[in-house]
Structure formats: C-alpha cells, structure tokens
C-alpha cells in the first residue's frame, strides 16, 4: 500500500469515527423528532458558541427537554441552568425566562428535589404573575410536602383567574380535599359543587364530595357519590385513596 492508500484509509477511518455533523442543525433541534439526532443537532449549536445570547439559550432549553426525554435530570437542570443565565444576562424578563423556571421547577420535582422546585415556581410566578400554571403546580407540591395553608393560596390563585371555566373543575375539587383535609368539610362541598356544576363527568369531584358528605355524617348521599364516581371511573377509589396518602407523616 503506497503513501496515498495510507492517507485515504486514515481519513476514512477517522471519518466513520467522527460525529455526524448535522447538515441543518437548527431543524433537527427544534424537531425532536429522534432523540439521538436532536441531541447532536442541539449540541452542535451549542458546542460552536456563534449564536447571539437568547438564541443559545433557545439550544440549550431544546437539549434540555431532549435530556428530560432521555431520562437524564441532571443534565436537563444544567441546560436549563445555562439558558437562564444567558437570558438573565441579556436582560430578558418575561414569559419566556418565566417558562425556563417552570421546566427546570418540574425537572427538579422529578427528581425528588422539592425544596428546589418551589424556589423555581416561585421565581416563575414573580416574573409572570398572571400565569396560572406555576401556582397550580406550586400548589401541588405543597400538597406533596403536607404544607395544605399553602397549597390552599396557590389553588385558590389559580381558580381566580378564571372561576367559571371548565379549565378549574379539577381546582374546584382540589381545593374541596384541601379543605376537607385541614378539617373543614363544610367550607369544601360548595368547591365540590361547583366543580360538578362545571365537569358533572369528573369522577374526583364526585368522590370528593361523597368524602366531604361522608365527614359531615351524610351516609346515604355518601353512598350514592361514591357509586356515581365509580360507575364513571371504576379505578378511582384507588386513585383517591393514593392522593390521601399524600402528604400525610
């Protein structure tokens, strides 16, 4: 084999070695189409560092969500991390850093990390204010650490953005267990009302307010509840008795 040989085989090898590189980078990023591949295209544009501040950010919140996907936390918090600062960095202050906070929030909870995830809601909710959806998942891990006044506000908050939707029913529900659980059934079944009165087909609501009929010694209307609940739902007693064990000691 002759110098030249040499040189082609060298190349070939090295090139079957090497990473494929992306031919449109940004499109395989943003299709998450296939993992692999939008993590490579994701990391590519993130390795060459070109891009203006806010659209680096945008790559590393894709491969972060690539990462999720992938079961990978950890590095899905680091992505994050780096998008965030890069946005705070370029003075960016509204929905967008907003939406960053809430995925890092639901990576960290994923994990385990709770104490975490609600400073990230919290910082979502000071910078978005008016969006309902980190304080309903706020709430919930309230409810997950048994701290129910706080879980209470963050529900409440939610159901008044918009208190005759049929987007609230479950809140409604929510916030009768809430109240039911912190001793107070009287003040849930107008909350387990209304959220029948706005989803009469949500088997939680009709659970919850058989429990609330039960705590406040109506047995027949109990009885009749629960049977509606689980003639839409046969599973959810189950269900129901798995939210109870939820931030209980």
Same mark, same amino acid.
Do not use: C, H, W
């Given at each position: 084999m002759g110098l030249r040989d040499v040189l082609i085989a060298a190349l070939l090898v090295s090139g079957s070695a090497a990473p494929t590189m992306a031919a449109d980078p940004w499109a395989d990023c943003q299709a998450q189409q296939n993992e692999q591949e939008a993590l490579q295209a994701c990391?590519?544009?993130? /390795?060459?560092?070109?891009?203006?501040?806010?659209?680096? *950010? @945008?790559?590393? &919140?894709? !491969?972060?969500v690539v990462h999720q996907r992938m079961s990978q936390p950890d590095k899905a918090i680091g992505d994050f991390s780096q998008a965030i600062q890069l946005m705070k960095d370029a003075g960016k202050s509204d929905w967008? +850093?907003? #939406?960053?906070? #809430?995925?890092?929030? &639901?990576?960290?909870?994923?994990?385990g990390d709770l104490d975490q995830a609600i400073a990230d809601h919290s910082q979502s909710i000071r910078i978005a204010p008016n969006w309902d959806k980190s304080y309903n998942d706020r709430g919930a891990i309230y409810f997950q650490k048994g701290d129910l006044p706080r879980a209470l506000d963050d529900i409440s908050k939610v159901i008044s953005f918009r208190p005759d939707s049929p987007r609230v029913a479950e809140s409604y529900a929510i916030r *009768?267990?809430?109240? @039911?659980?912190? =001793?107070?059934?009287?003040? =849930?079944?107008? /909350?387990?009302? !209304?959220?029948? *009165? +706005? &989803? =009469?087909?949500?088997?939680?609501?009709?659970?919850? !307010?058989?429990?609330?009929?039960? *705590? +406040? =010694?109506r047995a027949e209307d109990a009885a009749a509840g629960f049977r509606a609940a689980l003639q839409i739902d046969p599973r959810i007693g189950e269900q129901m008795n798995a939210m109870e064990r939820v931030g209980r000691p």
């Open positions: 990391t590519q544009i993130v /390795d060459a560092k070109r891009e203006p501040p806010l659209r680096l *950010a @945008q790559a590393y &919140n894709l !491969r972060a967008e +850093l907003a #939406f960053t906070y #809430f995925m890092r929030a &639901n990576t960290y909870r994923a994990k *009768a267990l809430l109240l @039911q659980r912190m =001793g107070r059934p009287a003040e =849930g079944l107008p /909350d387990a009302d !209304r959220a029948i *009165a +706005l &989803n =009469g087909r949500s088997a939680m609501a009709l659970y919850i !307010r058989a429990k609330i009929y039960e *705590a +406040l =010694g």
